[in-house]
């Protein structure tokens, strides 16, 4: 766990808006959130809206996704969900209205995906006019609608319909760019990448990228998948015993372990490693029902989620409710330290709490920067199958923080603990008061609600900062 004056010291640095989140040696722990926006078009339960977030349990939150043009530009994706012009419904507006009520909460905005591709990446990369516009367009709709910072996520550089053999290098170039044009505003830039060792070889000059970044996230899943031969788990911690005896060197780079190792290697500080884990599982059908463990064979995709309706996956929101529905055999891989589950021909390989509890612990055992979570809309945000909801995502601040509120600042209100004591009035304008009897705590006012907060231990709310700050420069 962070020690007591590092954690102060984390807290103090973010709350008072320091342009780069990722900490000084080991001292913080980031938990970066992916929020997949065309989850809000799901059915029923599985609808996944702004309004569902818990802005405290993400240190960051991404809204993803947006696209790039090949002319360099931005494009919104989905511009009647995304912008209030022509009667939309101003999701970004509302994304970033929830640092309103965290106020150290940090929204970025990812540009790319796997949907998007690597072609209009690999054209805009390879010419100085189109890297050029991309910056300033970047640059234009951060400062535009309140986020953070970008994240870039181009899957991948030199890979999926490339145009450019120098991808690799112009992607460096890019990085170099946007850094530069980001950096006097304070944006934060940040990049998805490939983990495994040989995707990222191909994609990544690690030691040449690591300047430019504020924060590195491992996608450290879908290392398995209905594209292997055999049903495999999808982001297993260690190899299996199978594949740690695989004398090609090939399988044992699939698994947490060899990735981060690979990464730390590399040339990556760990401070800026965020460890990547899936809230969904991958799903097979099995050739036999017989043939039910981890290297079995199967005959391709499995079953699609209620929700998410994509043949070969399952939320973690799904599966707990199937497996409530259903007798499901729930078994523990002890080699990989992941669960895997089978009912008749369906088998999936996830992540639960434990799984997620121990991933979590190997990141604090490797002084890495924290966890980044694909996605949101895939935990059990509605508390369908047990009492709390975001049962995944509590574990993980429970382990890197020993809390649930990352940030440091503890809610007093919330939708079972009233406000005691001061109320904000009607009429009150919007912005921060400093309670009047207690310099730590401090609320905001907003259409006649109070939030209420709690600044850490030994900090006070400074009314000329509107941040916490230690307690002997604040004026009481």
């Given amino acids: 766990m962070c020690s007591g004056s590092g954690l102060v010291g984390l807290l103090l640095g973010t709350l008072l808006m320091v342009a780069s989140s990722s900490a000084q040696g080991n001292s913080s722990k980031n ?13 029923g339960m599985g609808k996944f809206g702004v309004e ?90 951060l400062q535009r609608h309140g986020f953070d910072g970008m994240d870039l996520d181009w899957e991948y550089p030199g890979q999926r319909h490339s145009l450019e053999n120098a991808d690799r290098e112009n992607f460096i170039t890019l990085l170099k760019e946007l850094k530069e044009g980001l950096k006097p505003f304070s944006f934060l830039l940040t990049a ?8 990222a070889e191909i994609s990544n000059d690690i030691p040449a990228m690591v300047p430019y970044l504020d924060l590195i996230n491992l996608m450290a899943y879908d290392l398995h998948g209905p594209w292997d031969k055999a049903v495999g788990i999808n982001a297993p911690l260690y190899a299996s015993e199978r594949e740690a005896q695989d004398a090609t060197g090939w399988w044992p780079q699939f698994n947490v372990d060899a990735i981060v190792k690979y990464w730390l290697q590399a040339g990556a500080p760990p401070e800026k490693l965020i460890l ?76 639960d709490p434990r799984s997620l509890s121990l991933k979590a612990q190997y990141v604090m055992d490797h002084h ?16 369908t199958c047990g009492q709390q909801a975001y049962p995944l995502l509590h574990e993980i601040n429970r382990v890197l923080f020993d809390r649930d509120t990352p940030s440091g600042l503890t ?34 006012c907003s259409g006649g609600k109070t939030n209420s907060f709690d600044c850490p231990s030994g900090l006070n709310f400074d009314l000329i900062t509107k941040r916490c700050n230690y307690s002997g420069s604040v004026k009481c």
């Fill in 31 to 43: 938990v970066i959130c992916y929020h997949g926006t065309w989850s809000v078009y799901r059915p």
């Fill in 52 to 141: 569902d977030i818990d802005p405290f349990l993400c240190t960051h939150l991404v809204y993803a996704f947006l696209g790039i043009e090949e002319t360099g530009q931005l494009r919104v994706i989905d511009p009647y969900l995304d912008l209030e012009d022509n009667g939309g419904r101003g999701n970004i507006k509302r994304f970033n209205a929830l640092k309103l009520v965290n106020p150290v909460l940090k929204t970025l905005a990812a540009v790319g995906g796997w949907n998007e591709g690597s072609k209009k990446f690999s054209m805009v990369a390879s010419d100085p006019l189109k890297r050029a516009r991309f910056v300033d367009d970047v640059v234009r709709f």
């Fill in 192 to 199: 998805a990448v490939a983990s495994v060792q040989f995707s």
């Fill in 276 to 351: 990547g884990v899936p809230f969904y599982g991958r799903t097979y059908t099995l050739a036999t029902a017989e043939g039910n463990q981890p290297g079995s064979p199967h005959i391709g995709k499995g079953i699609a989620g209620k929700y998410s309706r994509e043949p070969g996956v399952l939320g973690y929101n799904e599966l707990c409710k199937l497996m409530q529905q259903e007798e499901w055999t729930q078994e523990w891989e002890p080699a990989q330290q992941v669960p895997f589950a089978f009912r008749q021909r369906q088998w999936v390989g996830y992540d």
């Fill in 368 to 383: 890495l920067g924290g966890i980044m979570i694909w996605s949101l809309e895939s935990d059990d945000f509605q508390a």
């Fill in 411 to 444: 809610p007093a209100s919330s939708k079972d603990k009233p406000n005691e004591g001061f109320s904000c009035p009607a009429d009150a304008p919007e912005g921060y008061v400093r309670d009047p009897d207690n310099c730590s705590k401090f609320y905001y």
